[in-house]
């Protein structure tokens, strides 16, 4: 077998095995900006998202916090955050959170800030009980939106985000969350696909 034509299918294979990988930000019908939370400024039950279609709550079973702003005051360190849309983000102050779907997802993607002095945090997918892939969310200290987005060729019907903070975590944000059933294409790869495609096309003639 030609070497080109190796790299083709290992390139296709790449695309379809891969359990999660990262995308630009997608637009949904599935959105949730978390103004309209039916919940008080600090809830400790799970609280129905994405009109009914899911449910979010604490990984630590400590509470949630819905608010337009919140910042944190630790020795020297101060760190605040404001809505990235709307009147309100969510977040915790210890424990992360996890999102429960009543549908499985192929896509999940939002914007995240935290107001701690550590940044980033891990986001996991499962189907089930089943880990279907995790990776590291980035979120720059100082309260900036970032945005984080990832697709996968595999159901999920639960993504948990728990922050790197302390032994506790929380002080991350969530804003903006939005999911799909469908996978979102990944320009990259499919541009990589193409030209060896047409490389291999050239080597025939």
Sequence with gaps: MHKIAFAIIAASGFIANADIVRVDEFSSLQFEGFNNLNMGTFDRSPVSIFDGMGEALNTGGSFLHATSGWGLYSGDWVGRAIAFEGSKMLGTSRGGIEYRFSEAQK???????????????????????ELVGSDTLGAAVGGEWSWNGWSSDSQFDRVTVDSNYGNSGGFLMHDAVRVLTTQVPTPGSLAILGTGLLVAGRRRR
């Design 107 to 129: 896509s999940f993607g939002g914007y995240f800030a935290t107001i701690a002095d550590v940044p980033d945090a891990e986001i996991k997918f499962y189907n089930g009980s």
